[in-house]
């Protein structure tokens, strides 16, 4: 069974420190996505990368988050100066194409103070 | 705008007792998908059920189904023979390709409790 891996599963950071939360999406996936749930609410969309680019990112997703695939099976999410705000779980996901199931990482839970 | 939701921030069912959670949307749009997500205290997503808005057949996964309703915008989620594994949280989602992506709108979620 394929799955999506992420680490660390649990970050801890000051406010205002950088972090980077990693992904491995599926092999021969092709759409990649970070999404961000607040304890006790909703998942949210943060950004979609396909083709090695950004096709679509939410209002969160602002100057201080970046995205890269820097070497083809990675897939980070940066934060440069985090927030309180910012504590949440952070899930990446995953899938080929419409007709593919859209996979879930097990989500880092990050936790700033 | 696609807006999904969930009315039932909370619910309960008895163990082996058939309960139903209710999600609508909105949307313009003619093809699109839509999924039931279950979210465990693990909080890991795991898929449930998808249904493509083409297909007018429900569909159905082992004591999973749905109803999808398109002129209405419903789809509901049927859980049959309800199972303490089963207590979660529940996400409906949408899914339509837009701009050269797909994207993904949750709903805010219905608390499911199995009682034994």
């Known amino acids: 069974e394929p799955e999506v891996t992420q680490t660390p599963s649990h970050q801890v950071t000051q406010m205002g420190q950088e972090v980077i939360l990693r992904c491995v999406p599926i092999?021969?996936?092709?759409?990649f996505y970070w999404y961000r749930q607040i304890l006790g609410q909703k998942v949210e969309f943060l950004v979609s990368f396909y083709n090695n680019e950004i096709s679509e990112k939410s209002e969160i997703f602002d100057d201080q988050f970046s995205v890269e695939r820097p070497d083809g099976s990675n897939f980070t999410l940066k934060i440069r100066s985090t927030k309180l705000e910012d504590s949440a779980m952070y899930f990446c996901?995953?899938?080929?194409?419409?007709?593919?199931?859209?996979?879930f990482g097990p989500g880092t839970r990050l936790t700033v103070t | 705008a696609q807006t999904v939701t969930q009315s039932q921030p909370e619910m309960s069912v008895q163990e082996a007792e058939t309960v139903t959670l209710s999600c609508t949307y909105d949307t313009s749009e003619n093809n699109y998908y839509l999924f039931w997500y279950k979210q465990p205290p693990s909080r890991q997503m795991i898929l449930v059920i998808r249904?493509?808005?083409?297909?007018?057949q429900n569909a159905t996964e082992n004591r999973f189904s749905v109803n999808f309703q398109k002129a209405a915008k419903s789809f509901s989620l049927k859980i049959s023979d309800s199972q303490l594994g089963d207590t979660a949280m529940y996400f409906c989602?949408?899914?339509?390709?837009?701009?050269?992506?797909?994207?993904?709108?949750f709903g805010t979620g219905t608390r499911l409790k199995v009682l034994a």
């Open positions: 092999s021969n996936h092709l759409y």
């Open positions: 996901a995953s899938f080929r194409d419409y007709s593919s199931e859209q996979y």
């Open positions: 249904q493509e808005a083409y297909k007018q």
């Open positions: 989602a949408f899914m339509k390709y837009t701009s050269g992506t797909y994207k993904y709108i």
